[in-house]
């Protein structure tokens, strides 16, 4: 197994042949919803990779996801490459059938190799910008993290190893895409109420190649050209949630000018500058920088630290504080139970982070939340050992 995500322009030679000898000689498909067949000759004769067959099917309607022999040649695919396009379509045409299901036994199950290019990579992280209502610019995304077109989806498509809470972007030079993959990973933090959350980016010409132990090496042709990849993280500092990330309010997560860790490499022919996602911590030939918002302003330090995270920050600790505090029933009418294994200082406040109620309590409170208007709130639920937040619906 394996994973290739590829930042959108035309292919790295040096990436695809990693990809194909992953695929130990056996049958590759080429999946797309636009486009011809070109994949065919280029991966079958044009790499110097001997593979058993390669076959494209594009999908031009979503009734293709239950055709028998479209199921059946990718259930037997020994590589599986997602074209660029519209990502859109992929999600609309295959989730919730089986294609996905499909798609996910290969990666999973029989974990044979698989990659994309442009909205091929955007599919396979964890957390999908789906692009329904097209492409938010970063301007536009800054400015309002809720701008009709920045959807997000979260854990009900693929599954990748090692794309746990991630999500992508690609095209990264073309335009300037870092203010709205900052978005992204804050809408995330804020709507799914994780702990922390992460993002790849490639430039254009960029190819990241993942194995099976999580390092992921960069190809490119760094230093003829600026070629990077990105990889970003939600500083593990507590508390690192955004400031504010609100339906029609400018971005603000800053933490001390730190909010967002990227380690910064370059891709070279050789892919020998890499990062490892076993820890999101060491890498090597790339360089930390720090990213943050201030007021839709996006802002960068180019000399910042390693992310230093202890036993107390550490992303597994975080997720067991986070399953030690409930809050329920959600959606909610009348009263609403926040508890806790420990003291607690706990608040409500709307989704323009106006402040509603604010108290310290011991153990578990029960409130009457009958006079809220209905609609989306956020409790904020701060223990001695984490901060936790979460989304709930008031109803009538």
């Known amino acids: ?9 035309s292919e790295n030679d040096s990436a695809m042949i990693w990809f194909l000898e992953q695929s130990g000689g056996g049958d590759v498909v080429v999946l797309r919803a636009s486009g011809s067949n070109g ?12 593979v058993n067959s ?41 989730k919730n059938t089986p294609i996905d299901s499909t798609i996910n036994y290969l990666i999973n199950t029989k974990k044979i190799p698989v990659g994309g290019t442009s909205a091929g990579m955007a599919i396979l992280g964890h957390i999908v910008n789906t692009a329904q209502y097209g492409s938010a610019t970063s301007t536009a995304a800054l400015a309002n993290p809720y701008v009709a077109n920045l959807t997000l989806l979260k854990d009900d498509f693929i599954s990748c190893p090692w794309l746990n809470n991630v999500v992508t972007d690609t095209h990264y030079d073309n335009p300037d895409r870092r203010g709205r993959h900052i978005a992204f990973m804050a809408r995330a933090m804020t709507d799914y109420t994780m702990p922390s959350v992460f993002g790849i980016a490639c430039n254009e010409y960029v190819s990241v190649c993942i194995d099976t132990n999580g390092l992921a090496r960069v190809y490119g042709d760094y230093p003829n050209y600026q070629e990077f990849a990105f990889f970003l993280q939600a500083n593990c ?30 891709g070279t022919p050789s892919g020998i500058n890499t990062f ?14 720090d990213w943050y918002v201030v007021n839709g302003v996006f802002q960068t330090n180019l000399q910042a630290s390693t992310p230093i995270c202890n036993s107390s920050t550490s992303i597994s600790t975080l997720i067991a504080n986070e399953e030690m505090i409930s809050i329920f029933p959600n959606p909610v009418t009348n009263q609403l139970t ?7 200082d706990y608040e409500i406040v709307d989704v323009f982070s106006k402040q509603l109620l604010m108290k310290k309590n011991t153990g578990s409170v029960q409130l009457d939340v009958t006079a809220l208007r209905p609609g989306y709130y956020f409790v904020i639920v701060k223990t001695q050992e984490s901060t936790v937040r979460k989304k709930i619906i008031k109803i009538n």
Request: net charge negative.
């Open 1 to 9: 197994p394996g994973i290739v995500l590829m930042g959108g322009a």
């Open 39 to 50: 994949y065919n000759n280029y991966m079958y004769s044009q790499l110097g990779v001997v």
């Open 54 to 94: 390669v076959q494209t099917i594009v999908f031009n309607q979503a009734a293709a996801s239950f055709d028998h022999y479209v199921i059946r040649q990718l259930a037997n695919a020994e590589a599986l490459w997602f074209a660029g396009g519209d990502q859109w379509d992929y999600v609309s045409y295959w």
């Open 237 to 266: 500092v507590l508390p690192n949630f955004p400031e504010a990330c609100s339906i029609s309010q400018p971005l603000t997560w800053n933490r001390n000018a730190q909010a967002i860790k990227v380690y910064k490499v370059p």
């Open 276 to 289: 490892q996602l076993s820890n999101w911590n060491s890498g090597s030939g790339g360089t930390w920088q």
């Open 338 to 344: 926040i508890s806790a294994e420990s003291n607690f």
